[in-house]
């Protein structure tokens, strides 16, 4: 019995779906632990701002150092541990670009819009990131979107209905929500 050209067109497209899927779920198990240091890091930071104002300047530069730090070494771990092919390679090359690109925003942003209050500096960096998850979704994968909408949805409403321990809402559900995407994206 032999086999239609149909038929074979339509197992080529399952096969193709198949390993389309297999890069998507290679991607979110190299996404997620970053994700997820990330989360510890808002969870922590925020909320030694909340709790102990006097350290939250301390607390980020010392948290964004060590996620700094952690990020870069997932990376090169990635890249070295040969599960990333030579045109993967130029792809994470672009994201490194990508992100010092994003870290160089940040200040500028900062030093071209004024001096903010710490409430409104802390939702403008956490809108960017979250909006940044948003932008590159598209070729992680929808959940990378996902984890990004919903960090922006949380900044935005404890910006403007969270008076009181604003910035435990934002260790709660900014970081909250990072650690939790960083957990779905392991478990698939």
Known sequence: MGLSKDDAVAALEVVGEAGDR???LKRYSRVAPVLMTWGF???SANSITDFAPGWSDDAWLVGTVVGVIISALFGFWTIRSGAVSRSRRDMNR?????AVTILCLFPSVLSVIGPLTPRQSNALISLLWAFLYMVV???LGWRVFAIGAVAAAA???GYWSVQQHYYLWMAVCGGGS???GGVWLRKI
């Not at 672009?94 to 990508?98: A, E, K």
């Open 178 to 180: 990072l650690i939790a």
């Open 41 to 43: 890091i808002w969870l």
């Open 137 to 139: 979704g598209p070729w």
């Open 94 to 98: 672009r994201y490194g670009m990508t």
């Open 155 to 157: 900044t935005l409403f």
């Open 22 to 24: 297999m890069l998507t």
